[in-house]
């Protein structure tokens, strides 16, 4: 140690306080030990000047009876540990960041309620209304398919998990009709700061290998076109049911088209077994 | 914490405890108070006085609080607790044992 022995080196009360809280590493603890021994160091010498001795000498005496200042430093050291201290600054720290990031996220996701209602598993819609269409005796199943076709744009990342086509024939005053019924779940990936992607489904067109155009119009009726339904929202995916109306019978697959403000993906679907091969 | 217990162990802690028993104190409070209760047989050395205190703080033996003085100076006031008062009642009986032991050793039998 460097340091000589401080008792005659420090006369002064707010000197000798200082040496003996320094070495205590938790500031809060540090300070307070510093107060509490210059208080002390203070009445005492007070004490002396009130029976007669002048100033300096009070000092010193009252400074003499303490003792040796750095020696109770070490001590005070010891005792006052800083683990417990900044183990309790950082819990503190720590709970108040995570009540301000759950804050910040349900916020986000539209609240607490509804970030845990999203978290529950979602019965597949698809799955439950399946079984729908299988029961109308007019409806003939074409292709049930699962393609692997995928596309990213703007932080979502599309894909096709089923795609259904039937055949329906129905009569009219004697004649023979047939529709092509088309639909596919368009699901997208996302992280939970992101909604839905309503506006992609609503500017979505296509055309089939045909070269006939489907436009993102919704008018039902003899145009060929392409329109879409949210079904599912979750916090880190959504699902779309989309209809092609007028899809062309002889149509292999059908490829999505998206444009706009310089943004732009394409996405094939086979209408047909094999038809995207 | 051998080190705090050590610090305890003497008896320097049952004089401080039984001081602040009935009332609060403040360090140099105890100071006067154990001087003129023992018509100045007991000093304590007061470099001992703090590290005892704060450690009492530590294990709970007391508690601690700050009160502002005529002077304007700020004073921590130590207060005994249950668990110091417990502890207090039983370094008490250890003492009495012992000074009883070294009486029949000294003065009697």
């Not at chain 2, 602040?20 to 047989?41: P, R």
């Not at chain 2, 005994?80 to 009495?96: N, V």
Request: with cysteine.
């Amino acid at each position: 140690m460097k340091e000589k022995r401080n008792e005659t080196n420090i006369t002064d009360i707010y000197h000798w306080s200082h040496e003996a809280s320094r070495y205590i590493r938790f500031k809060p603890d540090r300070e307070q030990v510093y107060q509490e021994l210059l208080a002390h160091l203070f009445d005492k010498a007070n004490d002396f000047e009130n029976d007669g001795m002048k100033r300096e000498e009070a000092m010193k005496s009252a400074i003499e009876a303490m003792g040796d200042a750095t020696e109770l430093g070490l001590m005070m050291r010891k005792i006052h540990r800083p683990y417990l201290g900044y183990l309790w600054r950082f819990t503190q720290l720590l709970l108040v960041f995570s009540i301000l990031l759950i804050f910040f996220v349900s916020k986000q996701v539209g609240g607490i309620g509804n970030m845990i209602e999203e978290l529950k598993p979602q019965k597949d819609y698809w799955e439950e209304n399946r079984d729908q269409y299988n029961n109308y005796n007019e409806y003939t199943l074409i292709a049930d398919l699962t393609p692997t076709c995928e596309a990213t744009i703007e932080g979502y990342q599309l894909s096709v998990p089923n795609v259904l086509h039937w055949k329906v024939e129905y009569e009219v005053e004697d004649k023979l009709y047939g529709d092509d019924v088309f639909k596919f779940i368009l699901k997208a990936k996302h992280s939970p700061f992101l909604d839905a992607p309503r506006g992609i489904i609503e500017r979505l067109t296509a055309i089939d290998n045909l070269g006939n155009f489907y436009t993102d119009v919704r008018r039902y009726g003899r145009e060929p076109s392409i329109v879409g339904n949210l079904t599912v929202e979750r916090l880190f995916s959504s699902q779309f049911e989309v209809w092609v109306n007028n899809l062309a019978p002889e149509a292999e697959w059908i490829e999505l088209q998206y444009d706009f403000l310089g943004r732009s993906f394409r996405l094939r679907i086979p209408t047909v077994e094999g038809g995207d091969l | 914490m051998n080190i705090d217990k050590n610090l305890l162990s003497g008896s320097h802690t049952l004089l401080i405890l039984s001081l602040i028993k009935e009332e609060e104190m403040y360090g140099y409070q105890m100071v006067v108070e154990l001087a003129n209760k023992s018509e100045n047989a007991f000093q304590l050395k007061e470099g001992t006085l703090y590290p005892i205190l704060h450690t009492l703080e530590k294990e709970k033996y007391v508690t601690s609080r700050m009160m502002e003085a005529e002077n304007g100076r700020k004073r921590k006031y130590y207060k005994i607790t249950d668990k110091g008062m417990k502890y207090l009642i039983k370094r008490t009986q250890e003492w009495e044992y012992f000074a009883k032991k070294v009486n029949l050793v000294v003065l009697g039998g």
